[in-house]
Every structure is written in C-alpha cells, then in structure tokens.
C-alpha cells in the first residue's frame, strides 16, 4: 500500500484510509476499494461491530482483530494504534529475519552498528558480494575451478606422453593455465567488497555535504533576516583596544 501525505491520528481514521483505493495502482479507483463489509468478513466478525467501532460507538476492538487487520493490510500494529507513521513492519522476529539470536543480540545491544548494516544491506555491489559468499562457502566455485584444473591435467598429460622435448615444454605452459581454487575468488570478492565500501562511502560524503549546505544556506538566511530586523546583538562584537 502507498503512504498518503497526511495521516489520520485515531486506529478508526487510519484503518479507513488503508480501506481507500490505492491511486495510480488501477485504472478504475474503485476497483481497489476494501468495504467494511469485505473487511468484516476477512475477519470473521459481524458487519455491525466493525461499523459500531468505526463510527465510534465502540472506542475499542480486541487485540486479536487489530493483529488480523494489520495482517491483512501488511502493516504494523503500532501504526494502527498511532504510535508510529511507518506503515511497515519494522518489529519482525529474528527467525523471520533468518537471524540467529547471537546476531539479533548484537544489533539490538548495538555492539553492531545498525546504521552500518543498512548501509551495507542497501548498497547492490556488497549485495552481490554475499551472494558470491554463498557460493564460496558452499565450495560451488571450488567445484568449478577443481573441475577447470582436472581438464587442464588431463591436456598436460595428454601432450607429454607424446615423448618430445617439446610436447614436455608445451605440457609445462599447459600446466600453467590452472588456477588457484580459492585465490581468484578471493580476489574478485575483496575487489568487490572494497567497491561496495567505496560507493558507501561517497554517498555518505554526497549526504554529509549537501547537509552540510543545507545548514549553511538556512544560517545565512537566518542572520539576513536578523539584519534586516535591525537585531546585531547575537554577532560578536571586536573588542576595541
């Protein structure tokens, strides 16, 4: 679901707007639109005590609806009860997640910095360096160059069994194009790990700096406004001896 601009303040306002069609997502606005009654039966409850509770007769509705409403609508409970604007869930359980407790403890203790992992989790270049992690760890690229390495063997021992002082020497430069199973793989995921530090790294500079301006420009128009208001007394004045 979209965010709209302004947010209701009560669950009732903001379980009506997750009813309200979805602009932009279907030709017909209409087509998008969840009734009362619809929602009533998702839950499996009586049409009048969803309306009773969302015309404000019934201030309350019980826990186990709120959770199914906000199932249904894939947003947090304490959205719904106005305790925060972002609809998503943010609170999922670690095993959700696929976390082990041990890292779920260290991001929660901040013993890892979780501005960092967002950083990292967000940035495609170190995305694809965890996946490259996968296939390492499961040896899918040690397969790969070990079977690389066994056809070269087979080629080496093929041309030097031709006897000649010069299939010997083809066979040595033969020998030569097998690779190291784990150093090119090494190589490329330092490459690229670096890489993703160095994107991140450059876009918090690019954040910093344009921060930086925005700070500056907002301070210059507060003193020229001051100035204007005939108020120097906040300018520190030379002392004059």
């Given at each position: ?13 903001r379980i009506r ?7 932009g997502?279907?030709?017909d ?24 509770f969302?015309s ?16 249904i ?11 925060t ?7 999922h ?15 929660y ?8 992992v967002?950083?990292?989790l967000?940035n ?13 760890f499961?040896?899918v690229?040690?397969?790969g160059?070990?079977?690389?390495n066994q056809?070269?063997?087979?080629l ?10 010069a299939?010997?020497q083809?066979?040595?430069?033969i ?7 784990y ?5 490329t995921?330092q ?17 910093r ?6 700070f ?10 001051q100035l204007?208001k ?12």
């Open positions: 679901m979209k965010d709209y601009k302004s947010l209701s303040s009560t669950t009732q306002e707007d997750l009813l309200r069609p979805v602009l997502e279907v030709d606005p209409k087509a998008a639109q969840m009734s009362q009654a619809e929602l009533s039966r998702m839950l499996g409850i009586n049409s009048t005590t969803l309306s009773r969302m404000g007769k019934t201030v309350t509705i019980t826990n186990e609806n709120l959770v199914k409403i906000a199932d609508f894939n947003v947090s409970t304490d959205y719904l009860l106005g305790r604007d972002i609809k998503d869930k943010m609170n359980a670690a095993s959700e997640l696929g976390l082990s407790t041990e890292v779920a403890q260290n991001l203790t901040h013993r890892v910095n979780p501005a960092v967002n950083l990292l967000t495609a270049t170190f995305i694809n360096v965890l996946n490259r992690l996968t296939l390492y499961d040896e690229f040690a397969a160059f070990a079977m690389h056809q070269i063997e087979k080496s021992n093929l041309v030097m069994g031709l006897g000649t002082p299939a010997q083809t066979a040595q430069t020998d030569l194009m097998k690779a190291p199973i150093q090119a793989v090494e190589t995921l490459h690229e790990f670096l890489t993703s530090i160095r994107q991140i790294k450059a876009r918090v500079g690019e954040d700096a344009a921060q930086t301006a925005l500056t420009d907002e301070t210059m128009e507060q003193i020229a406004q204007d005939g108020k120097l007394a906040f300018i520190p004045q030379m002392d004059q001896h």
